[in-house]
């Protein structure tokens, strides 16, 4: 790709050029993951490493209690992998469970708390990629993580004002004011915290490989701790999901194919559902089917058909998506290349629309991302969802829980309906790009965009850029985002000209200007491969919306 290496936007990152290289949301992370690549690891040590350091240091994002998915190139076998390591329902949990305890009104499903609380899967992520693709011994690999949890960190600005913001949220749930209020008040920027019990925790899961998280003394802490606090969660769900995970973590990708402006083809991949990767594989493909690749860049129309397209995908995400046992439309169905030319046609040029589901044929978040000098690159997702998850943390364990089981729909003919064991419909998706040289697959790109519902929009919005518009992948990270909402209402970031935002309102947009761009716009982080992988290395680029940087040797 023939990129303008220049930036028309206001920045102040400029694109890291490495052979080995490590791209976070927080910067600590970021120097963790290249501590274990000089110390001989590869990218995915290096990615583990780093998620395993920012479950302490971006605390408002992630926690040891996190799910977390990954896409790994891995240039011995030539193989793209897929992980999805997102957590069950606990065997409590059924339709009328809450129906006994929050009525029968589908609206009233719980946010925070314990009745959100899936069995987390970040660890047994970990566990399973070290397992499959690591190098250096995983105890090795966890030492930055225990050393930040032992000695603690200075808090980062943009932590600080999330942290900020989920105090009187949060402040009364089990166990968060005992560990992340320990002063009786938030951490300012640059305080030392220390995050209790967390190193303890680190340890047990160095030391036994996860085992002591999920079969262990980790898994019976929190039961007891659930017991003494209303939630229903046991040592036996935790069980289940580590023998469930040594069977389902590894689930491939879903891809669209699509050409640049270069003329090569290219092919997006994201994890299939129970995740949302699939809004973005759609949006794509749906765009294949319009002019946006001759529409001039950061136009008005541009702006619009990429935001049409959107609602499309997202219109169909919604219906249909949940845990593969509990959809009626297959993934294959909703990426039939003739199903999205239909759904391209709906699109009015002129006119915002409020797009409703097709009928397909049948059949709070951190972001990472590695690549190493042998060409193994790494995209990894890990989440407590909404900022600090649950609320709940577990004393003495510094373990703070998800809240990913409010993605459970409580009407009964849902296909994400609350089921026993099963995952519910996840927002953190990790990206990754190949291209077709010479007919053969090559690894192009490993990226994503944290943040809610924003995910797959910040997919298709960077990618569009760098692929269609010949933006350099920081540009394209720091250009002003749109998000869809629903219905016809839209919000767009506070720097997108307002002559475009005029416009988009006068095709029947109703738009919100909002600046709060750590949630509201999300952040990515990228890493795209220069000539061929191990010879000429990388360049990436980290969003200013986040603490975040890239880093490389």
Not at 3 to 24: K, L, Q
Not at 166 to 195: M, N, S, T, W, Y
Not at 399 to 412: A, I, T, V
Not at 454 to 467: D, K
Request: aromatic share 10%; proline share 6%.
């Amino acid at each position: 790709m023939n990129f303008d290496w220049s930036n028309p936007y206001p920045s102040v990152r400029t694109p890291v050029f490495a052979r080995n290289i490590v791209a976070t949301s927080q910067p600590l992370a970021a120097q963790a993951g290249l501590r274990v690549l000089a110390a001989g690891g590869n990218a995915v040590d290096a990615a583990i490493a780093a998620a395993a350091v920012i479950t302490l240091t971006e605390p408002c994002s992630n926690g040891l209690g996190a799910d977390n998915f990954a896409i790994v190139w891995d240039p011995a076998s030539r193989r793209l992998h897929g992980l999805n390591s997102s957590g069950i329902a606990p065997a409590a949990w059924s339709l009328d469970f809450y129906r006994r305890k929050y009525g029968d009104d589908p609206a009233n499903r719980p946010v925070r708390g314990w009745d959100t609380v899936t069995v987390p899967g970040a660890v047994a992520g970990w566990v399973q990629l070290h397992d499959r693709l690591g190098r250096l011994p995983f105890a090795d690999v966890l030492a930055p993580a225990i050393e930040y949890a032992e000695r603690g960190f200075a808090v980062s600005p943009v932590v600080q004002d999330k942290w900020r913001l989920a105090e009187p949220v949060l402040k009364d749930f089990p166990g968060f004011a005992q560990h992340f209020l320990p002063r009786g008040r938030v951490p300012h920027i640059g305080e030392h915290f220390r995050l209790d019990g967390a190193a303890r925790t680190l340890r047990l899961i160095a030391q036994s490989k996860g085992r002591e998280f999920y079969l262990g003394e980790v898994a019976a802490a929190v039961e007891r701790y659930a017991r003494q606090t209303g939630g229903s969660i046991t040592a036996a769900d935790f069980a289940a999901y580590w023998d469930f995970v040594q069977t389902n973590a590894w689930v491939g990708t879903l891809s669209k194919d699509f050409t640049g402006s270069d003329g090569a083809t290219y092919a997006l991949h994201e994890i299939p559902p129970n995740g949302q990767g699939i809004a973005a594989l759609s949006a794509i493909g749906i765009l294949k089917h319009t002019a946006v690749a001759e529409l001039p860049l950061d136009s008005a129309d541009w702006q619009h058909t990429m935001i049409e397209a959107m609602k499309l995908a997202f219109a169909d995400t919604y219906a249909f998506v949940a845990d593969p046992r509990g959809m009626t439309v297959t993934p294959a169905g909703l990426l039939d290349d003739a199903y999205l030319a239909g759904r391209a046609r709906l699109i009015d040029p002129r006119r915002a629309t409020a797009m409703t589901a097709g009928q397909p044929p049948k059949g709070g978040t951190i972001y990472l991302t590695a690549a190493d000098e042998h060409g193994m690159m790494i995209s990894l997702i890990q989440s407590n969802y909404m900022g600090f998850g649950s609320g709940v943390v577990v004393p003495g364990y510094g373990l703070s829980l998800q809240n990913r089981g409010h993605g459970f729909s409580l009407d009964p003919n849902s296909p994400n309906v609350v089921r026993a064991g099963h995952r519910p419909f996840h927002t953190i998706i990790p990206a990754f790009l190949m291209k077709h040289e010479d007919g053969v697959a090559q690894p192009q790109m490993s990226f994503g965009v944290m943040g809610g519902n924003m995910q797959p929009q910040g997919h298709v919005q960077t990618l569009a850029r760098m692929l269609w518009g010949r933006q350099q992948p920081q540009a394209a990270c720091d250009a002003p985002r749109w998000k869809v909402m629903t219905g016809l209402d839209i919000e767009v970031e506070g720097a997108m000209p307002a002559a475009v935002v005029q416009d988009l309102a006068a095709r029947g947009h109703r738009i919100t200007r909002a600046f709060d761009t750590y949630m509201d716009f999300g952040a990515g982080q990228f890493i795209w491969r220069l000539g061929a992988a191990g010879v000429e290395g990388y360049v990436a680029a980290s969003d200013f919306r986040r603490d975040g940087h890239a880093v490389g040797f």
